[in-house]
């Protein structure tokens, strides 16, 4: 299984509502933050478009999981996590553009941050690597 973003969109034209679902397939034993982290030292993980009126976003619940000394937990993103976001067409667009900003930890390090930016065809599917990312 390759480590992917794969996007889904589902609208057809200006003023339609979309609904954009983006599925992110993390390598084993990576991580990312949530939306809302538990340490505010933490940056989360944050995603965004221009592209929709009013858009809602969907994050996935974290999971606690142990890292393994003095019994510290951390609430995380791992293996395929899924992000949606609903809300109108803003204008005559062929693809809806956005970016994906979260801070990769690989093992026991944490990475810089990172930014992805993203795009997919409205009413269709497209995937990118999210490799080239966590080695930037």
Known sequence: MRDAITIYTDADRVGDVVTITIAVRLPESTHIE???????????????TDDLVEPRWTYPRPVVKELG?????L???????EFTVTG???????????KLSFQPCIGGACLPPR???????????????VLGALAA
């Not at 949530?34 to 965004?48: G, Q, Y």
């Not at 000394?69 to 937990?73: A, D, K, L």
Request: avoid cysteine.
């Open 69 to 73: 000394f003095e019994g510290m937990t």
């Open 34 to 48: 949530p939306h809302e982290p538990a340490d505010p030292f933490l940056i989360p993980t944050v995603l965004s």
């Open 115 to 129: 930014t992805i930016a993203w795009e997919a065809p409205v009413n269709g599917s497209t995937g990118y690597s």
């Open 75 to 81: 609430t995380v993103l791992e293996g395929t996590v």
């Open 88 to 98: 109108r067409l803003r204008d005559e667009v062929t693809m809806v553009e956005g």
